[in-house]
C-alpha cells in the first residue's frame, strides 16, 4: 500500500532577509542582555521573539497583535531554516507579544539598549560618522486622554488641538537617513529641551566627538547650541525670529552693505546644465557667552544672512500684485455708479483710501 504523500506550501517572501539582517544587527542577543525578563521564562529567548515580531510587522504591513501566530504558524519551517530551530507558534501568543511591550517600555533599558545597537551598527556597515540630523514630529490618536499617559494635548502641527498626541525626537546618520536614537515624549512637551538630551546620547552611543549635528529653528535654543559647542561639536540650524529679530537682520545686512562687504552667491547647475544663483547674502561672526554646566563658556559662532532668490522672486511678484489691486480700487472711488455714494472731498477720499 502506497503512503499517503502530504505536502505543504509556505511563502518565504521577504522574512530570511529580514531575520538575517536582524540578527546580523544582533538586535536579538543585545535585547537578552539589556532587557531582564522573569528566571521562569520557556520557550524562545526574548530577544528572538521580538525580531520575528519585527519580521511580521515588515514583511506584512500589520502590527497587530492578534495576527502573529496564525502568520508564524503557516511559516514555520521558513523560520526554522532562517536559523531559528527551536521556534514554535506558541511563542508567539498575544500574551507574549504583550510582555515584549511592557518589557520595551522601559526607558532605562532601551536606552542602555540603543546605544550598543548603535556602535554595533556603526561597525558592521563602516559608515562615516561627520553629521547627525535631529528632528522632532508629532503622531495624533484618537484615544483617550489621560494625565499619566504619552498622549497629551499641545501645539498640534495638523491643526487638530482637541486629540491627543505624542511627540517623536530622531536623531539619524546623514545622508544615510539610519536612525541612531529616538525618544518619545508626551504631546504637551515642547521642541526646545528635547535637543540636548538626545544628541548627548548620540554622542555617548558613537562615542566621537568633532560632529555636525543638523535641526530646525528649534535646535537653535542658546543652551542647546552652548551645549554642543562645549563638547567640541558644531551645529547648523536656521535662527527664528526669537533669536534675531527682523529689525536686528535689517540693521545687519545696512552694517555690512556699509562695510562693502562681499557678496556671497549660492549657485546651482539647473536641468539645462546652466548656473544659476539661488540664494544670496553675507557672512558674519559673532561671540556668544552661555553657562554650561556651571562653567561659562563663550565661542565665534559664524553667521550667515542669506535671501533666496526665488523667495525674493515671490515676495515682490506678491507686492507687485496688492499693489495693482490697490491702485484700481483707488481709481474705482471716484467712479460715478448707479447706488453709489459720491465722493465730494478729500477727507472723504483718503477715508476710502484707509479701507481697502
Excluded at 168 to 185: F, K, N, R
Amino acid at each position: 500500500m502506497k503512503e499517503t504523500l502530504k505536502i505543504e506550501t509556505e511563502r518565504v517572501d521577504d522574512i530570511p532577509l529580514l531575520l538575517a539582517h536582524m540578527q546580523r544587527m544582533k538586535i536579538a542577543s543585545l535585547l537578552d542582555q539589556h532587557i531582564p525578563v522573569h528566571g521562569n521564562r520557556k520557550g524562545l529567548s526574548f530577544g528572538n521573539v521580538v525580531i520575528v515580531w519585527l519580521a511580521h510587522i515588515l514583511s506584512e504591513g500589520d502590527h497587530r497583535m492578534n495576527h502573529v501566530q496564525g502568520w508564524s504558524k503557516r511559516r514555520l519551517e521558513t523560520i526554522h531554516g532562517s536559523g531559528l530551530s527551536s521556534f514554535d507558534s506558541s511563542d508567539m501568543t498575544d500574551d507574549r507579544l504583550a510582555d515584549v511591550l511592557r518589557l520595551l517600555s522601559s526607558d532605562s533599558h532601551w536606552v542602555e539598549f540603543e546605544q550598543d545597537l548603535m556602535g554595533n551598527l556603526v561597525r558592521v556597515y563602516d559608515m562615516q560618522k561627520e553629521c547627525v540630523r535631529v528632528d522632532t514630529t508629532t503622531a495624533k490618536s484618537y484615544a483617550e486622554v489621560n494625565e499619566e499617559g504619552l498622549l497629551q494635548l499641545g501645539h498640534s502641527k495638523d491643526h487638530r488641538p482637541d486629540l491627543g498626541q505624542l511627540k517623536i525626537v530622531l536623531a539619524s546618520l546623514d545622508p544615510l537617513g539610519m536612525p541612531l536614537a529616538t525618544e518619545v515624549l508626551s504631546g504637551e512637551c515642547a521642541d526646545d529641551p528635547v535637543y540636548e538630551p538626545i544628541i548627548a546620547r548620540v554622542r555617548d552611543g558613537l562615542k566621537k566627538t568633532g560632529l555636525l549635528y543638523v535641526g530646525d529653528c528649534k535646535m537653535a535654543a542658546l543652551q542647546t547650541r552652548a551645549s554642543i559647542q562645549y563638547h567640541g561639536d558644531f551645529y547648523l540650524c536656521p535662527l527664528s525670529a526669537v533669536q534675531v529679530p527682523p529689525d536686528q537682520i535689517q540693521e545687519e545686512v545696512d552694517k555690512l552693505k556699509g562695510q562693502d562687504t562681499r557678496l556671497i552667491k549660492v549657485e546651482r547647475v539647473n536641468d539645462k546644465g546652466e548656473r544659476v544663483c539661488i540664494a544670496q547674502g553675507y557672512e558674519m561672526s559673532l561671540n556668544l557667552t552661555a553657562e554650561v554646566n556651571g562653567q561659562v563658556e563663550t565661542w565665534t559662532e559664524r553667521r550667515f544672512l542669506i535671501q533666496s532668490t526665488s523667495g525674493a522672486e515671490a515676495a515682490k511678484h506678491t507686492l507687485l500684485e496688492r499693489l495693482d489691486k490697490a491702485q484700481k480700487a483707488i481709481q474705482e472711488i471716484v467712479v460715478r455708479k448707479q447706488g453709489k455714494q459720491r465722493v465730494t472731498n478729500r477727507i472723504e477720499i483718503d477715508q476710502a483710501i484707509k479701507k481697502i
